[in-house]
């Protein structure tokens, strides 16, 4: 790169850092035209104003682009906001290679193990989320580590072990949403209809809005055949998601075993009136 062109592009990517933390994105990407030759720096900025702009794809780009140009360790940052971008985008894959390559350099990076450990759970490779969550040493992940190992042990079959993790992460978070939901399932697939009850309740209250929640109540009330109740939960889902198809499906099964209920009722009555 010639002498007076270095200057030029360092001034680009100088107005582009200043317009970036000024909150003015589109501004800071304008402010950035294609260098003569590449510069990783430039690559780096590009990327993190893209990333503000919710633009992964070309984030993801940028970022591939200046760790290219740089060898590890320097490429961390790059490889690490790649990583992120892929997260984003769905693609686990190629995600968790990127984190891998960071921790190959700095394995001690507990936000690039959690990356990498979600990731591994996206591709249903349990076994080794867990293994590398109980790598993640420092206190201020231990919440995310814990979460994960739930995770990861529901994945794998151990329900005693995996509500007992998320029953570490209630006493710390006490309205842990995500911690909730997952408690409603794991009690479900073991039929534990009396836990997956009083959690779906403890959900509705802190979220009273939650469909996890009501979904929760109206499977609950379904099995105890509680129809009356099931109705009022599937009425209330679907009005906030009224393309949840198990939503109408359970809604009109309830409404059908009310009215099945209702003219049996009716007709013991005709009956016991015919009578007299």
Known sequence: MSSAARPAIRNQIEAALALHSAGRYQEALDALTTPNENLPDFYTVRGDVQF????????????????????????AYAQFRLGICLHHLGRWAEAGQAFQRVLEVDP???????????CL?????????????DRCWSDAARLRVLFGKAVALQLLGRHQEAEGAYQRLLASDPKSEEALSNLIALCMEAHDLENARRYSSRLLELFPESPVALQGLAAVALENREYEAAFRYCSRIVERAPECVEAW?????????????LRTHAAAAASTAGRK
Do not use: K
């Not at 794809?57 to 490429?75: K, M, W």
């Not at 249903?124 to 969550?133: H, I, Q, S, V």
């Not at 499906?249 to 209920?261: D, Q, V």
């Open 249 to 261: 499906h359970n809604l009109r099964f309830a409404s059908g075993r009310i009215m099945s209920a």
């Open 52 to 75: 503000a702009l919710a633009r992964y794809e070309e984030a993801a780009g940028s970022y591939f682009t200046s760790a290219t140009l740089e060898p590890p360790p320097q490429n």
């Open 108 to 118: 001690h990076r507990d936000d690039v193990r959690l990356g990498l450990g979600a």
């Open 121 to 133: 759970l996206h591709l249903n490779r349990p076994e080794e989320a867990l293994a590398n969550f």
